[in-house]
Structure formats: structure tokens, C-alpha cells
């Protein structure tokens, strides 16, 4: 059992970042892939991003790439999402999710076994 944390939402304007980050407890965090997901208010949970459990590579949603960034760190149990040039589109709760999955299915959230709480974004114009 994978126990997940989210933190550092907030509200910021256009145009800024925020960095978000996911504790991980109760397993090996260096034996999932994680990834992160979004969800606005009246739409569907949608894919941001993804990292293999070796964090060598990465998975990007088209709406989020050259924007966000994710990394992790096996050895804290941490995962990241840097986001940067934030649109008011962004506007979401985030959640973090882990999984033992093959990359052709990382972007898929029936995917992942482990989600945390969410984190409250919202980018004001």
C-alpha cells in the first residue's frame, strides 16, 4: 500500500509558476511510475505528465509540454512538478499516482493503483 501527499497548490496569476510536490510512504517508491493528473471543475480527470520508476524518461500531456516539468527522487520519495507559464486553463485540482505500468499505457489513469488527495491550482488572469 502506496500512501500519497500532495502539496504546494495555490493561486497564482498568469504568466507564474508553482511547484508542486507528492510524498510517497509505505512502499518502494523506486519500483513505480508516477504520474500526474488533473481535474477541472465539470470536465474529466485528464493526463499532465508521467515518469518511469528510473526517472529516465518523461511523458508530457501536448496542453503541458515545454511548460511543466516532473522529476523524482527515489531516494526521498518525492515527486515534482514544476509548472511554469501557468494559463488560467490550468486550473485544477492535481493529484499524483503510482502504478507498475508499461510505458505504452502511462498516460492512462485506470492505470495507476495509488492516488493522492489533490492539490488545489488555480491561475487567475
Known amino acids: 500500500q502506496v500512501h500519497l501527499v500532495e502539496s504546494g497548490g495555490g493561486v497564482v496569476q498568469a504568466g507564474g509558476s508553482l511547484r508542486l510536490s507528492c510524498a510517497a510512504s509505505?512502499?518502494?517508491?523506486?519500483?513505480?511510475?508516477m504520474g500526474w493528473f488533473r481535474q477541472a471543475i465539470g470536465k474529466e480527470r485528464e493526463f499532465v505528465g508521467a515518469i518511469a520508476w528510473s526517472a529516465r524518461t518523461t511523458y508530457y500531456a501536448d496542453s503541458v509540454k515545454d511548460r511543466f516539468t516532473i522529476s523524482r527522487d527515489n531516494a526521498k520519495n518525492m515527486l515534482y512538478l514544476q509548472m511554469n507559464s501557468l494559463k488560467p486553463e490550468d486550473t485544477a485540482v492535481y493529484y499524483c499516482?503510482?502504478?507498475?505500468?508499461?510505458?505504452?499505457?502511462?498516460?492512462?489513469?485506470?492505470?495507476?493503483?495509488?492516488w493522492g488527495q489533490g492539490t488545489q491550482v488555480t491561475v487567475s488572469s
Open positions: 509505505g512502499g518502494t517508491f523506486s519500483s513505480y511510475a
Open positions: 499516482a503510482a502504478g507498475i505500468i508499461p510505458l505504452s499505457s502511462i498516460s492512462v489513469a485506470s492505470g495507476y493503483d495509488y
